[in-house]
DNA sequence: TTGAAAGCGGTACCAA
DNA sequence: TTGGTACCGCTTTCAA
């Protein structure tokens, strides 16, 4: 069974291709009566625009790509395809998907073969840092460059990122502000140009302390930085049960950390908030499990956002606000209270 | 700069624009020496094969589409996706993402608009069970049609599904068999027309518990189904706590209910396996954030599984297994012991 | 192994 | 508002 073309859907409802054409494409140049009988018959026909066919005319691949460091299934990654695939499906666009872009190789792999070239309409990069010279390969594709919690987001065309640093030091300034002394920032390695956004973190958390420390507070602080893999909770877990005296806050670089690690911490009598103050950072979902005190960071919206500023691009607009920071914000719940108790 | 087109390149090298089609889709049609030639060529002047060319004269879309229940964030559809993505990229096709298929509306709406028709290769369907009216609109599309997880999986092309009720039913066996005796099935109500995956687990635990009865034993057991939502943790804690007797064993519809119910337990008092056992379906991630015993599923692989389905079906081959039934498979871990302690 | 030429199925300009 | 028509950029016979 052919599939009905556009010639035999013009000729069933009387009209010529161009409008039958115009009908799907551009429904208000056509007159009411005409669009009905047009559309009518490639309903009965079960005929469709063909995109590639558009595509190759207008010259636009209606698909944009999306790079990101490691897995699409993290929390962080996965929120953000939400977004974006919630505003850019509709507007017709495919989003793909190239992940893993983070060590040396696959990195090499992508920016050498870039098999997007000419083929997307935008790009997003997530949370990958990438290079002045990787920055400048995606440039030679002339399409809008969008950047997500990436490094060198002013070298592309727009980017939304939070403040990762500022989040940090505003959480651990909560600790102090507690009455917190022994205090201790947990964190996994900074894997090689990878992610920089969440090692920024530290340097909130460092900040924070040492300038508690300069206006005279008698804190006592340090990091814990466990490598990354399967095993950083149980790293982190033991480091932490190993230290002289267990520490009266903990600050934590993500929830992915935080959250585990109040369960764990609890199997050795360590009960939060009555023994320890804990905060996390992102609020993912699961974060209420142990009712966890966070930095909260929504990447779906971050996703839309994103999304949106690329349409504009795409359409040839100028933004007037390219690059976008927010703050994360506090989240107040159960896993941190006044020191002493 | 206008972007170089396949007779420049031509021009360039000193060949035919098939010649330079050809070392791009057919490298072995063309000479070694040739070949390096267009690609120098081609290079130099940033050219890549279009895709929607090439989609248009071939008449494949190079697309194809995925429908799931709710949000693609949730674990097993990213998974899901993720395997999909793994496979189906290289291949060049790119995924496009339809999600939150769940709602009569957004069903109506998908289903008499059939956004991808003759634009996609192929369909996947995951995790939401499609009446036979709606199988029947996807197969007039005319393209291979492959289930994850659906039900009427047997109209499609393909299909790759756990078998839910098995995996339950092994699963309250392995607690019965332990000694336990007061158990009580935790789940979330079953949604109207959809994922009825998750729901036959509910079937396979009653078949193990009247067996047992059946055979004699002294079981004392019950289901408690919690509404859908946010909430549903909540609640389902609030019902086991509200019990006459605790019980001395829980099984869980999934991890996602059953992790935070041991954390949220862990409160109230109830320890884990001291005090009960409780046992998972899913095994996901942060399974291991508590140690929990679960019956585990890979639905990673099993997107793999249906990419590679649906790529031989695109070729126009007939598989010889073209439904698959995967057996969850027990993992023990900590939170199951045998009763009396 | 390579080249010539005829489309693939629309879009959009131009004219009516 | 509608129709005629020249492409869009590549793939693929067919012949050389």
Redesign the interface.
Known sequence: ?A?ADIHEVAKAAGVSISTVSRAFTRPDMVSEKTRRKVLEAANRL???I????G??KTGQ?N?VALLMND???SWFN??V??GL?ATL?DEGY??????HIDTAETRREFFDT?PV???VDAVFVASIAIDPNEVGQLK?M?VPLIGINTSASDSLDASIRIDDEEGMFTATQHLIGLGHRRIVYVCSAAAVSLDASVDARGRGFIRACESAVEAGRDLDWQTITVPRGPEF?DSALAELLALDRFPDAICCQMDMLA??L???L?RYGHRVPQDYSIIGFDDMQ?AD??NLTTMRQNP?DMGRDAAHKALALMRGETLDQPHEIIRPRLVLRGTDAPFPR
Chains 1, 2 share one sequence.
């Not at 063909?50 to 066919?53: H, K």
């Open positions: 069974m599939r079960e005929f469709t063909s995109r590639s066919a595509s190759l691949a698909r897995t699409i299934t996965v929120q395809f939400a695939n499906r495919d989003i793909a998907v190239y992940d870039m070239r000419h083929n030679s002339h909770i959250i585990p109040v369960t764990r609890a699961n499990w142990v779906q």
